[in-house]
């Protein structure tokens, strides 16, 4: 086996300036920037995601961001194959692949591959559909807790996408999707340093509520309006998002201008808040303030050494 494909993964919670540190490194190393975060994989709504702007992408070369259809749900398997693939084009080109973005699983998937569960069959997939939309999420959770005590407390009780999955698994295999994710793989195949950004959560909240002002002033409300006219369906993957259900929600009348930038911002700083206990259980992160972009270029140069 030859030498592992270095790469170099900047994470942490939403907010905290991973994009910014991303692109002070492409002014120093022939970089290209891969996204590892589930809702800048999709397309129509670049500003409500946070995505990097076009001025942005034209710093360094930009991969996984923005080219799904909203309907298109994705898994970390979807993932792990997209950026597998061009972690080799770029490792070939003699650039090093960057990984920034804040969905740890996504990561965690890449680096030490999954765990080998079988395909689910569509039998199953609409068994576990139906009794979403007889029995109702919390029942479906409740379930879950019973049968799979130790992957239901990792995750959210509303976290729709998750449970089913996780039922899925159980109903195809017999086995709790936990028991599953113990025969993951132990060692990296890569050989990954991790810079992890951090800021106290009171902190950090002002920075979110401007940042949502931010993207209200951009266009968000009518980035996503546009998007409710393409696809008809609010139901579809990519509208799951922070700050999209919140839009669509106001759009619909079901809540106030005010409302919604509240509902956003304890949205994504509880989100923030599930980042940092989901990133305390890697190892071997380098956590830094944001603000240390020369501390971080400096130890980046003797790794690469």
Known sequence: M?????????????????????????????ISIIN?????VYEDLPI??????????????????????????????????????????ESKKERIPVLVGGTGLYLRALLFGLSPIPKITEKIKEQIAEKLKKEGLSELYRELREIDPTYAAKIHPKDKQR??????????????????????????????????????????????????????????????????????????PGFTGIGVKEIVAYLENKISFAEMQQEWLKNTRAYAKRQVTWFKKEKDVLWLPPLNKEDILSYLIDWLR
């Open 2 to 30: 030859g030498r592992k494909i270095k790469l170099i993964s900047i994470l942490g919670q939403t907010g905290t300036g991973k994009t910014a540190l991303s692109l002070f490194l492409s002014q120093h190393f022939p």
């Open 36 to 40: 590892f975060d589930s809702r800048q």
């Open 48 to 89: 409500v995601t946070a995505q990097p702007s076009v001025e942005e992408k034209s710093k360094a070369p930009h991969y996984l961001f923005g080219f799904l259809p909203l309907n298109k749900k994705v898994t970390a398997g979807d993932f792990v194959a997209w950026a597998r693939e061009r972690i080799e084009e």
């Open 163 to 236: 449970i089913t999955r996780a039922l899925e698994v159980f109903y195809q295999t017999q086995k709790p999707f936990s028991a599953w994710h113990q025969l993951t793989p132990k060692e990296s195949i890569y050989e990954c340093i991790k810079i992890g950004l951090r800021r106290d959560l009171e902190e950090l909240t002002p920075i979110l509520a401007s940042r949502i002002e931010k993207m209200i002033e951009l266009g968000a409300i009518e980035e996503v309006r546009k998007a409710i006219e393409k696809y008809k369906d609010t139901t579809l």
